[in-house]
T-cell receptor, first 113, second 116 residues
Framework: DGGITQSPKYLFRKEGQNVTLSCEQN?????MYWYRQDPGQGLRLIYY???????QKGDIAEGYSVSREKKESFPLTVTSAQKNPTAFYLC????????????FGSGTRLTVV | GENVEQHPSTLSVQEGDSAVIKCTYS??????FPWYKQELGKRPQLIID?????GEKKDQRIAVTLNKTAKHFSLHITETQPEDSAVYFC???????????????FGTGTRLTIIP
């Protein structure tokens, strides 16, 4: 998947359940990002991390949590506090310097059942 | 923070005609402007980008123009083909301290349909 892998591709969550989306990259990129995509709303930033062991809230962080214990990995947990989690989730990475663009993963489609 | 507006939200053009998508940004410090193409059910892919020290950049049938004074940039696709049908996103970011580029702020997307 072009150096950045998201899993699973499809995920179903029951009400009140926490789920974790995986994102792994082998591009040696410093920065990693999580975006949520809803129809007609473009890509909205959930969390981002520019360096290991550090991360920042994006525009819609409520109900989500992340960790960045390794450079290669940036998992996203969708908690029960997220009231409308059904969406397409995209992970991305970038070099983090000199304004290079993102490389995106193939996405995870999360559905609440 | 940065705000990026994108127009139109949908665009239909006859095959072979040109398509233009426009974006405006709010933060005058933004200096990097990429465009992404997302085909149905797939990941966004970078198709072209421009930095603030350049007014125009071209890659085959795709070009991007930047007007820093007016804070807007545009994507131009000439001689459109059916495979150009997709959703296109513009984005903007700026450099922040020692980390380099800050997070990208995306527009809301334009669904481009090429009519055969």
């Amino acid at each position: 998947d072009g150096g950045i892998t998201q899993s699973p591709k499809y995920l179903f969550r029951k009400e009140g359940q926490n789920v974790t989306l995986s994102c792994e990259q082998n591009l040696n990129h410093d920065a990693m990002y999580w975006y949520r995509q809803d129809p007609g709303q473009g890509l909205r930033l959930i969390y981002y991390s520019q360096i290991v062991n550090d991360f920042q809230k994006g525009d819609i962080a409520e109900g989500y949590s992340v960790s960045r214990e390794k450079k290669e990995s940036f998992p996203l947990t969708v908690t029960s506090a997220q009231k409308n989690p059904t969406a397409f989730y995209l992970c991305a990475s970038s070099i983090g310097r000199l304004n290079y663009g993102y490389t995106f993963g193939s996405g995870t489609r999360l559905t609440v059942v | 923070g940065e705000n990026v507006e994108q127009h139109p939200s949908t665009l239909s053009v006859q095959e072979g005609d040109s398509a233009v998508i426009k974006c405006t940004y709010s933060d005058s410090a933004s200096n990097y402007f990429p465009w992404y193409k997302q085909e149905l059910g797939k990941r966004p892919q970078l198709i072209i980008d421009i930095r603030s020290n350049v007014g125009e950049k071209k890659d085959q049938r795709i070009a991007v123009t930047l007007n820093k004074t007016a804070k807007h940039f545009s994507l131009h696709i000439t001689e459109t083909q059916p495979e150009d049908s997709a959703v296109y996103f513009c984005a903007a970011s700026k450099e922040v301290g020692s980390f380099g580029n800050e997070k990208l702020t995306f527009g809301t997307g334009t669904r481009l349909t090429i009519i055969p």
